[in-house]
């Protein structure tokens, strides 16, 4: 998997963009982030949600519940914790 680095206006960490399984993902980690960095970084993030085959995959320390309220409602997340304790938080434009 090739991963390329996309310039995001607004942000303080990287963010990369690869193909996967017929879907462009966008991620970034901010596991070694405190707040306000990671709300901050996934709200400028989500801009790069285009279609419905984009996503943006996040990776937190914790379950970062105070965003989801930040969310718009067009976009959906789905959170998942990995066996190191953080969080893989998927995000996706709602059909």
């Given amino acids: 998997m090739n991963k390329e680095l996309v310039e995001v206006p607004g942000t303080t960490l990287p963010f990369y963009k690869y193909e996967?399984?017929?879907?462009?993902?966008?991620?970034?980690?901010?596991?070694?982030?405190?707040?306000?960095?990671?709300?901050?970084?996934?709200?400028?993030?989500?801009?790069?949600?285009?279609?419905?085959?984009?996503?943006?995959?996040?990776?937190?320390?914790?379950?970062p519940f105070p965003l989801y309220q930040k969310i718009p409602l067009t976009i959906s997340h789905e959170a998942q914790e990995l066996e190191n304790g953080d969080f893989q938080i998927t995000f996706k434009i709602e059909d």
């Fill in 20 to 63: 996967k399984d017929d879907l462009t993902i966008y991620e970034f980690n901010a596991t070694e982030c405190q707040p306000p960095e990671p709300m901050v970084n996934t709200v400028r993030g989500l801009g790069l949600l285009k279609s419905t085959t984009d996503r943006l995959i996040g990776f937190f320390f914790h379950e």
